[in-house]
Structure formats: C-alpha cells, structure tokens
C-alpha cells in the first residue's frame, strides 16, 4: 500500500521472487503531449512482459482514427492532433495472444503539457487499486517527475457477481483524517443518481462498494466523483473522478437477425457461386471472446447429388456453393441448419443458436420444348381465313409460365406463300396453326408444314436442340362452292346515246371458280336506276328496253352503272355481283334554250339591252358556239326589240325604242346550235316592263312592298283586309237575308192576292211552260252567248251547263224532304253568297242546271182559282209554318 501524498511505503512484503506474469509493464500509462503534436508523429513505446510465450501478440487502439499501434507496441499519432481536440477519455490498448485469444488491457492518459506546468494534475491512485489517496495540493515538487502512481486507472467490476453483497471495491482516504474526522460520499449515476443503490461508500473508512451483480449489457460503465468533508461539511479535499468498468462475461447466446432466411441460386451454377450472406449478433463485448461469432452449417437436406454442395464464410456468414450438380428439375430447393457460437466458435465454452436457411434453386433455360407427336394433322374449307387448322403439343420440362418454358413455334417450310401462322396460346403454350390468307382448293388440295418450337429465351450454354423440337403439320383442304365472278369486273363499254331499244349492247359473263364441280350459272339484274337494260339469263347478253339518254339524272359524268347477279345451281347457291359502266357519247339531241327566261326593265331603260346566255343539254360540239335570231313573228318584235351575239354563248337583246309601256312582253328568240345535224328552238324571253325611280329602281306596288315592309308585316296588312271583306260580305248577306224573309213572309200572309200571278219561280226544271213572261234564257245560259270550247280548261263555274252531252230526258234523285222551303231557299241564298266563283250579288242565280227536255208538266195547269175542294192540301202542313195558312185555305171544307 503506497501513500501517494507522501511517496513512503507504508507496508510490502516479500516471500520470495514472485512468479512472471504476463501483461503490460503498467497498467496505466501518463503520457505528456505537445500543444501540437504532428501525423506520424510517435508518443510512447508499451512494453509487453510476454514471460517467453511463443505465441504473437496482436496489439489494437480503442480510438484508430486518432491513434496507431504498431506490432512492436510504438503507438503513433494517426492524425495532426491539437490540445482542443485531445480525447479526454484514456485510449485503451488491447493485447492480444493469437494463439491461446488470450486478451490484456492497459489505459493511456493524455496531458497537454500547459496542464503539467499549471499544476493542473490528476488524482492518483495506488498500484494495486487496494487504496485511494487524494493529491496533496502543492505538487510543484513532483511535477518534475512524473509516475505512474499519479494516475487512477478505472475499476474492473466482473458482471453477473454471485456476492457476496455488499462486496468491497477500495477504500478512499485522505491524510487529513489522521489529525480530524473526516466524513466521505461518492456522487453520480449508480450512487446518489438512478439507477441508485447499487454503489455505497461507508462514510467513516471511506470502504466503496457494490450492493448487486452488474450488468454490462445494461450500463458497460460508471463515472463516481468522491468527495472528502470534516463533520462541519467543509470540503477538506478536491473531488477524485472513479471509473468503474463492468467486465463482460459470456452470458449471451448469438442470435439470428432472422430465423428463417430465404435464398436463390441458379441451377447449373459452378462452384463458388454466391447464394446468400446470414447474420447473428450477441450482446456480450464483440471486442472480447464473449462476442466474437463463428459460422457452420450443420445439414443440408436434401443431400443430394452430394451432402456438401454448400459452404458458409466462418465469419462473415456469406453462404456459396461448393460443388456442381445444381438441377431445378431434380432438386428445387435446398435447406441448411446454420449454427453461430461465440468465444470464436469454441465448443467447450461458447454459446451457440441455430437458423434455417432456405436455397431455391432458380431456372434457366436447359430443357428445349418437344413434340408430343412427330406429324400432326388438320383440315380447313377452303377461303376460310382466322381459323385454327391444328393444335400442336409440347412437354417443356422447365419452371412453367417462365421464358424458359414459353414455347414460340416458327413455319420452316411448306408455306411459301405466307398462308399459315402457328401463335402460341398462353395457357396451354400449345402451337395454333392458323390460317391468315385463303386457300384455293383448285390451286392446293393439301399442305405439309415444317413447324420448329423454341423457348423465348435462348438455350443455355453447352444445350443443343433436339430433334424432337422439329414437327410436320399435314392440312387437307376441303372444296366448297364458290362464288361465280364477273372478269373483268366492272366491265367499261362505249356507247352513242339514243340507241334504240332492243339493241345489243356486250355480253357480260361470269366464270365459276369451281372447275371441279358441273354447274350453271343464271343471270339477273341487280340494279338498273333508269331501267334501260335487260340480260338474258342464260348467256349474259345485254339488250336495251329504252333509249340511252345521256343528259338523264342517273348518269354521272357520262357514266351509267348497272349491276348485274349470277348465281350458280351449287348447294348452298352461291352468287356473285358484277357492274356494267357504259360511257354515253354524246349527240346533238337537244335543243338550245334561253337562260335567263325573264327579266325586268324600266319604261325608260337606261341602259337599254338585256344580257341572255343559251344553255344546251349537249356537249361540244354539238352545243355553243350558238347563234341568235329574232323571231319573225309577231311584227312588233324585230320593230321593237334587236339581238346582238356577243360571244359564242352570249347575246345582248336591246330595245330600239326610247319608251316602253309597263306590262309583260314574250320575246321569241330562235336560237341553233353547232352540231353536226344543228338543232334550233325557239325560246321565249319574258321581259316584264315597270316603272322606275331615279336610281332605275321599279316603282311597283308589289315591289314597294317587297322593298318598304318586311314579310311578317305584309302578311299581317294582307290578313286584316281579308278580314275586314269577311265583316262586310257577312253585313251584306245578312241584310239581303233580312229582305228575303221579309218578302216572304209578306206573300204568305196576304190572303187577298193573287197566288197564281205572283209564283216565285226558284229553279228551273225544264221547259214547257209557254204562257209566262219570264225571259228563262238568262237562267239557262245558252250556249248561244260563248262558246265553252274557247274558255281554258280550269275557268268554268261549277253550275255552268256541262260540255259533254247528256241524256234527253235524265233521271233526277230522290231529293230529301225540305221542311221549311224557306229554310232551303236561305240554305241556297248562303250558299251563292260563300262561292267565290259566284257571279256578283245582284246577278241572277242559277241554283241548279238539271238539263232541258224536262218531263214535268206545265204549272198553268193548276187551277188556283178553284177551291181544289177535290184534292188533298194536308201535306202542306209538314212545309212549315208559312204553308200551314194554305193548307187552312184549301184544304178545308166547303163549309
């Protein structure tokens, strides 16, 4: 035991010489450093007491980004270092026997030298750890002399102590206490910090120790400050910094990152492959045995074609193959037992767990597709396009629905026309021979095709295909009935127009494809828009039924089509269609017209000549150039008016006269075309005279109008005054009503007049009365005053006498029973007033026209003056109230 503040040995003893042990000749190294220490520099040399091992030691630094050991122990700076970026932890130098993995650990503390001179020094601790004695505070006589008993290295703490507890780890005292009591604490995590409790210092003796097992996976290390007060609380010495390591133990098994790890390798491949890299940790020091893991595979299954196709990196975990022989088909998946176990693998000590690995052995391309048959066979009808013809079957012995296994079929042979197609159906990877163009049966009967499949992607290295990749494909085409077809189809003739009808115009025939079937073929017509033309139905001659007319709306350009249909006698029928395109020429078979055919002019034309074009239905030359000429009659014309030709289908009429009267003027025009035969015609030009304003406008009411007042209001104007002559003809009627009731009313009343010498006569029902004074000519309209056969057709009244003769003596209906005569001569005066076609109102009317030769006999007959006491008046009662009077006056008695 050393006092440090007085450097006197207090107690040793000594039984004789120790023995050697290896490890560092300190176990905590001080070491003085510049303000500035340069890269590469060396600081210190550590010295290993090895006590003759053979074995190399392998020496590590705890900070290697900062520091470097050599193998001969000289630790070098690794990087330009400053006194601001000093580590203020010690560095920890790791020994290492490679041999027996035997480990020894020594600290090195930097001091920057300016910290030496202030006097800025560390507490020390003795040697063996056993005691701690605070720093005397004037140290300016040791500073000259630096020792390693200045220093106090950390505590080592064994984890997972079995105790007993509280279990010593070393006393701190403090020279002060010889002349007073002292009271001594410990502060920090693990004291009076949490975790609490599991560090306590008896405050007397200064005894630290540990109250439970430790655990380095949980705190790896402790930082305590102690501290030394007299009983009145006063701080007698600088705290002292204690650093308590927990040294690992192997109490941790390895554990897999995964349980079950997943691999692939492609099959075939060559030994050395990398499958797969597995990983386990542990939580004890991976810078100790207790951490460090070792890899093995335990079994393989299945084991074959061997028991050892893989290997496993001892400690990386990387798995690769190790032998050949990998087959998809034969083993697709393989799975390892992998074990790790710390203390490097070793089986006595180490702990170890265990995972799976699963290797799936991947596919490639190493097994061609092949037929299941050599020939296949298949029939198709002939022009039969999209349809399949045969299914073609391979067996392929890699992964299904993979590139190595899609089968893609290609016609080598027997199609040199490019009729057949063999796609691959992706369900079934069946080959489909298609066909994609039609087959002729008279050309081909039957077709052998040389079909080759293949996978999508190539073979692989070293696989050749076999001959069971290659099949025959035998078709047999089927013959059915064709249809006929017209050659050459459409058919283009020439033809004048105008040919007369049974004319023979060309023979229109179809052939039937069909050569090896005895068949008829009829013909018909599909489609004659102006129906000129006629086949015959066995031959196909073509005849006319009318006259070809080239200036007809059925022809285009000059061409007419007709279609035609032959059909043969096949089971089914089949027909085909075919067209006729006739090109008319033409020929000088119209005549020419005037275009316009009516213009306007002023009384007074200014300028006065007309521009008129001739317009023929032919074609040059049987049309313009035209020429123009004024009709001779009537007189007037060529008096009047001038024609001028201007160019070949142009002409200028003019007026010779200054002045024209407003009206309507036909023109006759005699125009003749240039033909060979030339045609003439002569067209009317109807030019309409008015009378103009200023601006040689016409003044016209019916122009005023078109040009002052929209149509909407014209139509409204035109609508009121149809309704104002309604108002005044209904007035009208209903006065001349008024003076017919009247009228009657007065005759029927008036006992004391004469009936006989007053009979109203209200239609005429033929002749035969002679004593009368009535001019009855006028009611009859004779055929005397205007000839029917000069009126145009369209202008007679409907009561006029008929113009085709009629029966002498005509056979008059039954007419119903009037009721009232009155009623039926007002229904009759109604009547005339609502025809517009009626003469004016104070015309005389004729109701009826029932024809001459009148069976009835004369009224003179009737004897009125008599009482008629002989005859039967009642039926004058049914006549209305007007005939009731007579009736009381004739039909009564004598009495």
């Not at 068949?519 to 031959?539: G, V």
């Not at 005066?829 to 025809?835: E, I, P, S, V």
């Amino acid at each position: 035991v050393y006092s440090l503040n007085s450097g006197l040995l207090i107690a040793a003893e000594s039984r004789g010489a120790p023995p050697c042990r290896p490890g560092f000749s300190e176990d905590v190294y001080k070491i003085v450093v510049p303000d500035i220490t340069e890269k590469g520099q060396p600081l210190f040399n550590v010295r290993f007491v090895s006590c003759g091992r053979g074995g190399l030691m392998r020496f590590e630094c705890s900070n290697p980004s900062d520091f470097r050991i050599e193998a001969d122990g000289v630790l070098y700076a690794a990087r330009t270092l400053q006194r601001s970026t000093l580590p203020v932890s010690p560095l920890q130098i790791t020994a290492s026997d490679t041999a027996t993995q035997q480990q020894w650990v020594a600290q090195v503390r930097l001091v920057p030298r300016q910290q030496v001179q202030e006097g800025a020094v560390p507490p020390v601790m003795s040697k063996d750890l056993k005691e701690i004695a605070f720093p005397p505070r004037n140290m300016d006589s040791q500073l000259k002399r630096m020792k390693r008993d200045w220093v106090i290295p950390p505590i080592n703490v064994p984890e997972n102590s079995r105790g007993p507890f509280p279990q010593e780890l070393v006393r701190i005292r403090s020279d002060h206490d010889k002349n007073r009591s002292l009271r001594y604490s410990v502060t920090g995590p693990g004291a009076d910090q949490p975790p609490t409790g599991i560090f306590i210092i008896d405050p007397i003796s200064g005894e630290l120790s540990v109250n439970k097992p430790l655990d380095r996976e949980h705190i790896p290390s402790f930082h305590l400050r102690a501290h030394a007060v007299d009983l009145n609380g006063n701080q007698v010495e600088n705290p002292i910094d204690i650093v308590i390591n927990v040294i690992d133990m192997n109490d941790n098994r390895p554990e897999f990152t995964h349980q079950i790890w997943n691999g692939t390798v492609p099959e075939g491949s060559k030994p050395g492959s990398f499958v797969m890299t597995v990983t386990a940790v542990d939580k004890d020091d991976p810078k100790t045995a207790n951490g460090m893991l070792r890899y093995k595979i335990l079994s393989q299954n299945p084991e074959s074609p061997t028991s050892n196709m893989f290997t496993i990196n001892n400690k990386t975990g990387g798995i690769i193959t190790v032998a050949a022989g990998l087959d998809r088909e034969k083993v697709p998946q393989y799975t390892l037992i992998i074990q790790a176990s710390d203390m490097e693998g070793n089986p006595m000590y180490g702990l170890s767990n265990t995972a799976t690995a699963v290797i799936r052995v991947t596919d490639i391309n190493d097994n061609p597709p092949e037929f299941t048959a050599e020939t296949f066979f298949g029939e198709v009808p002939e022009n039969r396009v999209n349809v399949i013809v045969a299914n073609l079957t391979v067996t392929d012995k890699d992964q299904p629905n993979t590139p190595a296994w899609n089968a893609v079929y290609k016609i080598t042979g027997g199609d040199p026309t490019g009729r057949f197609s063999v796609p691959t159906d992706p369900t079934t990877n069946e080959g489909l021979v298609t066909v994609v163009k039609p087959i002729d049966y008279e050309t081909s009967r039957t077709y052998v095709l040389t079909v080759e499949a293949r996978n999508e992607v190539p073979l692989a290295k070293g696989i050749h295909t076999p001959r069971q990749s290659t099949a025959t494909v035998s078709i047999r085409v089927i013959d059915v009935n064709e249809s006929p077809y017209f050659e050459p189809n459409p058919k283009f003739i020439r033809l004048e127009e105008g040919m007369m009808p049974d004319s023979t115009l060309t023979t229109f025939s179809a052939q039937d494809p069909d050569r090896f079937m005895q068949q008829t073929i009829r013909y018909s017509k599909l489609s004659d828009p102006a129906n000129w033309l006629r086949i015959d139905t066995n031959t196909g001659r073509i005849t006319t039924i009318a006259i070809l007319d080239r200036e007809s709306p059925y022809v285009k350009n000059n061409l007419y089509n007709a279609t035609f249909l032959a059909t043969d006698n096949g089971i089914p029928p089949a027909s085909g269609t075919g067209t006729l395109q006739i090109f008319l020429l033409d020929i000088n078979d119209n005549a020419p017209r005037v275009s316009p055919q009516e213009v306007e002019i002023c009384e007074k034309p200014d300028p006065n000549a007309i521009n008129i074009t001739a317009f023929d239905g032919d074609l040059s030359p049987n049309a313009g150039p035209f020429a123009f000429e004024l009709a001779n009659r009537p007189a007037d014309v060529r008096r009047n008016w001038t024609i001028t030709r201007i160019s070949g289908d142009y002409a200028q009429v003019s007026l010779k006269i200054g002045f024209l009267e407003s009206g309507i003027y036909e023109i006759p025009i005699i125009i003749t075309d240039s033909g060979n035969l030339p045609m003439s015609n002569t067209s009317y030009l109807r030019i309409k005279v008015c009378q103009c304003d200023i601006n040689g406008d016409c003044t016209d009411q019916q122009h005023i109008m078109a040009a002052g007042l929209g149509t909407g209001a014209i139509i409204s104007i035109l609508l009121c005054i149809i309704i104002l002559l309604i108002l005044v003809l209904m007035f009208v009627v209903w006065m001349k009503r008024r003076d017919k009731e009247r009228q009657a009313k007065q005759l029927l009343i008036d006992p004391e007049d004469d009936v006989r010498d007053n009979i109203l006569k209200y239609d005429e029902e033929g002749g035969g009365e002679e004593d009368q004074d009535y001019d009855l000519s006028q009611l009859q309209q004779p055929d005397t005053i205007e000839p029917d056969a000069i009126k145009p057709v369209g202008i007679r009244r409907l009561d006029e006498r008929p113009l085709h003769p009629e029966p002498q003596y005509p056979m008059r209906s039954a007419a119903p029973h009037p009721g009232d005569i009155g009623d039926f001569i007002n229904e009759g005066l109604k009547a005339a007033d609502n025809d517009p076609t009626a003469p004016p109102y104070d015309s005389l009317l004729v109701f009826d026209y029932e024809g001459s030769g009148s069976t009835a006999g004369s009224l003179s007959s009737l004897n009125s003056s008599s009482s008629g006491g002989d005859q039967d008046y009642d039926y004058l009662n049914d006549w209305g109230p007007r005939f009731r009077k007579l009736a009381d006056m004739y039909g009564g008695s004598d009495d």
